[in-house]
């Protein structure tokens, strides 16, 4: 019992450090299945028309792929931010007021939102 318990908890372990990186497989296999799923309901669809489907796990993609990269580049960048953030973060943030919570969730919520529609603008 005690070798399922504590393979169990590397599994979890395992799972809970790489979840961006299996969430965006998981993504890229669904949008590489988006367009043969499209073809089974809708037989005069084109092998390139890939239309709804391919929209929601184009914007995963894309979404994980950003959140990935923003987070290897504070690790490259900046070490001392990426050791705050591991270690003193999360107290530190529970120490806030309320208001000051919300302040701070909106603030990086809207400046992720915009460069997000800003990268997406510039595919254009």
């Known amino acids: 019992m005690n070798q399922v318990n504590q393979l169990f908890d590397q599994l979890s372990e395992y799972l809970h450090q790489h979840k961006l990186s299996i969430l965006l497989m998981l ?27 391919a929209v929601l796990p184009l914007s995963a993609i894309s979404v994980i792929a950003f959140m990935m990269l923003s987070r290897w580049m504070i690790v490259f960048q900046w070490p001392a931010l990426h050791e705050f953030q591991e270690h003193y973060l999360l107290s530190t943030f529970k120490t806030l007021l309320p ?14 939102l915009f460069s997000f529609i800003l990268v997406t603008m510039s595919y254009l």
């Open 99 to 112: 208001w000051q919570k919300v302040l701070i969730y909106f603030s990086f919520y809207l400046a992720v």
């Open 27 to 53: 993504s890229v296999f669904i949008f590489i299945g988006s367009g043969d799923a499209l073809r089974q309901i809708d037989m005069t669809a084109a092998p390139i028309d890939l239309g709804v489907l």
